[in-house]
């Protein structure tokens, strides 16, 4: 064999060992995506009732902001449960 042909299938052998690789930890990279997203929506929520507490602290009609922080609360836990579940399917401390 030419050193062409020990190039492609070299080539080859590591394009086909990343797709396995990928195939078998798509699973947890799926989890790491779902913890991620939860992430992102618990610190939006987190700003968002910050901004209205900024936005109210003159006025004292912080009671405006009572859903927000309900959300911000709700996103907290759904957050902390999300990563619970994700530390046990990665095998991590929780």
């Given at each position: 064999?030419?050193?062409?042909a020990k190039?492609?299938i ?8 990343l797709?396995?690789?990928w195939?078998?930890?798509?699973d ?7 913890e991620r ?5 618990s610190?939006?929520?987190?700003v968002?009732y910050q901004n209205?507490?900024q936005?109210?602290a003159?006025?004292g009609?912080?009671e405006?902001c009572?859903?927000?922080e309900?959300?911000m609360k709700?996103?907290a836990e759904e ?6 579940e994700t ?6 401390p929780?």
């Amino acid at each position: 064999m030419d050193s062409l042909a020990k190039q492609i299938i070299g080539a080859i052998g590591i394009v086909a060992f990343l797709l396995a690789s990928w195939y078998f930890q798509r699973d947890k990279i799926d989890v790491v995506m779902t913890e991620r997203d939860a992430m992102e929506k618990s610190l939006a929520s987190k700003v968002a009732y910050q901004n209205c507490l900024q936005e109210h602290a003159y006025s004292g009609d912080v009671e405006a902001c009572e859903p927000l922080e309900e959300k911000m609360k709700t996103d907290a836990e759904e957050y902390v449960k999300i990563h619970t579940e994700t530390s046990k399917a990665l095998n991590l401390p929780e």
